[in-house]
């Protein structure tokens, strides 16, 4: 994937040739030409549109001169014992051991015990001396616009429904503009991670040339000392391919490299909640986010004019057209239990009865989780819970079960999770019944009815015959006369009218004789 990466990029987007490539990655010919035919393939299939390749003071006041002052307590004897607790603290430091480093005031201590006679000012004086002779030195860059976009995740904690909940940020800040981009996720897996991917891209309309991220495990699959080294993940190198992007991974513990994103995560999360932090879904919360970055946005850099926005929309040109969205499903075999329950994660969600030690294809989306049979037949769709060891079950997979074994419906997890207005009808009417109450089930499925349909059946039969109970024939009969199409009846014709008037007659001359 790393050498296809390569020669698709280095074809399309840079445009050299397929000797060229050859020679550079010293991969054969035949080898180039293939892997950009079966690129050009793909991209074609996924309806990518025509790509547009880029072009490549003077005055003081007097002073007192105490340079040739000597210093009578900071003798070189107490500077070798300072810099000693110094040494010791570095050791301490890369052991793992910094939370048990000496402060300042706790080396002056130990040299008063010492018995030296020194204040606390010169001890500090000292090391500030020390530690400005090694601090370490940051170049500055320069970017292009285009040229990169730096990811990174960030922790949040709001309410959702009154609960406080942990939410991963996913933010993306442009090197050049510095336009920032987040989003909320409930965990930093994998399909998060490609999910956030594809909404940013389609979110501002561009790839920019290159993606720069840490030494995060969902876009690195090994890790070494030397950049060079490390290998990234295959969802990374296919999701790369698809758009077109190089990427970059920082050194370990190296923040500054993508100083953007690491700033713009602290920034966005305290922008936009601190102020708020009470929603009622992860949807509004999402909702919130994007117009707080939007109105981040609207502000200028600082010392500058322009605000971020209108920087970012001189940089598109420069970016690449974003081809149709990326699917970032995550396909994998799932084995159905004796529950009729396949698990993803920690959690179990139920599929239709009749698959029980069978193998299922599913495709895990960040919210959703799709559910095949092996010959690509959908079966069944769940919403994705990020909980942890719950069920998750639809009572129409076990009504023939239950149909078997209607005892077992009434304490069962699947009426417990089912509609409420479905409990509600089971509990009023069918709650020494349940075989009943399973038969309407299977009925209503069958001819594809809803359940106001079926409550509305119901109350007709209850309107009726209050003081009996609820007869299963009659609600089939209701629900069949409400489901049939109407019909226009055809204009009677004369022949009709003039027996519909002889019949009339007859009766009003029946009512005369008997009355």
Partial sequence: MIDKQSIVIGYHRDGKSKKQLSRELNISLKTVKKYIRLHDKEMQSAGLPEEILPKTGIIQSPRYNGSNRGKTSLTPTVCELIDQHLSQNKIKKQSGRHKQQMKKIDIHQALVDADYEISYSSVCRYIRGVETKSREVFIRQHYEPGQAVEFDWGEVKIYIEGKLKRKMLAVFTSSYSNHRWARL????????????????????????????????????????????????????????????????????????????????????????????????????????????????????????????????????????????????????????????????????????????????????????????????????????????????LQIDHYLKTLRTKPGALIGSLTLLQADEQLRNIFFQHFEKRSKNFVNVLLFIRQKQLSIAQLQEAIS??????????????????????NNLPMETPDPPDEFSKNITQHCHQQLKDIQSLMT
Avoid: W
């Fill in 185 to 392: 996720y409930d965990r930093q897996d994998m399909n998060s991670f490609l999910h956030s991917h594809t909404e940013y891209f389609a979110s501002v309309g561009g790839v920019a040339r290159q993606v720069v991220y840490d030494n995060m495990r969902t876009a690195v699959r090994k890790f070494t000392l030397r950049n060079q080294d490390k290998l990234p993940t295959e969802q990374l190198l296919k999701m790369s391919c698809y758009y077109q992007f190089d990427y970059r991974f920082c050194n370990a513990r190296k923040g500054n490299e993508k100083g953007h994103v690491e700033r713009s995560v602290e920034y966005i999360r305290r922008k936009a909640f601190a102020p708020k932090e009470h929603f009622e879904s992860l949807a509004q919360a999402n909702e919130y986010l994007l117009q707080t970055c939007q109105r981040l946005n609207q502000k200028p850099q600082s010392g500058k004019t322009p605000s971020i926005q209108s920087v970012f929309e001189e940089e598109l040109p420069c970016m690449k057209t974003v081809p149709p969205a990326y699917d970032t499903g995550e396909i994998t075999q799932l084995k159905v239990d004796k529950s009729s329950c396949v698990k993803v994660d920690t959690n179990y969600y139920s599929v239709p009865e009749g698959h029980v030690g069978t193998m299922l294809e599913a495709k895990i989306y960040a919210d959703k989780i799709l559910i095949y049979l092996p010959d690509c037949q959908h079966v069944t769709v769940h919403q994705r819970a990020h909980t942890r060891f719950e069920y998750y």
């Fill in 460 to 481: 007709k039969c209850l309107a009726k015959t209050p003081h009996q109970p609820i007869n299963l024939d009659n609600v089939k009969i209701l629900l069949q006369s």
